[in-house]
């Protein structure tokens, strides 16, 4: 049963396709069945993935309006190795036309019921704002991994965040958490980067990742090339740190999952 992580943060720039698409191929690599949702229409995500969101006969639109069946949108084994729901433009109306449609925040959810079974971790790529879309995102996800730059205006925002999360946990998915912070594009020379990366760990506490990943030219050269980090250079520090953050989310799933085992 895939675990449904949404990677979201309402600000943008901040590291949120970056890490879909490298977690992504990174846990493909130690062998996870991994799908990524492209929720945001500027189509990063589906770029970054290789695939042309120019190019695309269905996409998560389809997908959230109902005018396609999931096995019918789902992208197998794109470049990156992982399968994909892409998205373009498009998916600017669906944010319009649902909220003419019956069950509005629940449309994803209901759709994943169909292939939850064949995949180990579900990845959502979330727009840049608390709209339709990154509600029907957190409300089909069990965990929200939130990619956090750890910069002067990092924190602003984060409450807003935190209260949506809240509210959709009140409301549809009483089985919503944090799932992790994780520090983006960081610079440990740099004493502002250390002191709110102290205050995450203070507030969020063993919720914060211990992985960073650090600004790395690799990360942003790789989606040019359509490329996850690992499969453009091996052997940057971006590519390493995305690995060793796989290595940390499959040892954290792994440990609930052993929780929730009956002794
Ligand atoms: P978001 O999806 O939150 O808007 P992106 O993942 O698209 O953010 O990242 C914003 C920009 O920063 C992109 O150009 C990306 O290539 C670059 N970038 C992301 N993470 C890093 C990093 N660790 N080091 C260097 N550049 C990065
Ligand atoms: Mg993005």
Do not use: W
């Amino acid at each position: 049963m895939a675990k449904i992580i949404a990677v979201t943060n309402q600000k943008g720039g901040v590291g949120k396709t970056t890490t879909c698409v490298n977690l992504g191929a990174s846990l493909t690599a130690t062998k996870r069945k991994v799908l990524i949702i492209d929720m945001d229409p500027q189509g990063n995500a589906t770029m970054g993935s290789g695939v042309d969101k120019h190019d695309l006969e269905l996409s998560v639109y389809d997908l959230l309006v109902g005018k396609a069946h999931i096995y019918d949108i789902i992208k197998k084994q794109v470049p990156a190795g992982y399968d994909l729901i892409p998205a373009n433009g498009d998916l600017t109306a669906a944010e319009v036309e649902l909220l003419d449609l019956d069950f509005k925040e629940l449309r994803l959810r209901n759709t994943l019921n169909d292939v939850r079974e064949l995949y180990d971790y579900i990845l959502i790529d979330c727009p840049p704002s608390l709209n339709m879309l990154t509600v029907n995102a957190l409300t089909a996800a069990s965990g929200v991994l939130i990619p956090m730059q750890c910069e002067y205006y990092a924190l602003e925002g984060l409450s807003a965040l935190m209260n949506t999360i809240q509210q959709i946990s009140e409301r549809v998915n009483p089985a919503l958490k944090v799932e992790g912070i994780l520090r983006t594009m960081f610079d440990p020379r740099n004493s502002l980067t250390r002191d709110v990366s102290e205050q995450l760990i203070s507030y969020f506490d063993d919720r914060v990742y211990t992985t960073v990943i650090p600004r790395n030219v690799r990360l942003a050269e790789a989606p040019s090339h359509g490329l996850p980090v690992i499969s453009y250079d091996r052997n940057s520090k971006g590519a390493k740190a995305y690995i060793a953050l796989a290595g940390e989310v499959n040892r954290k799933t792994k440990a609930e999952r052993a929780a929730l085992v009956p002794a």
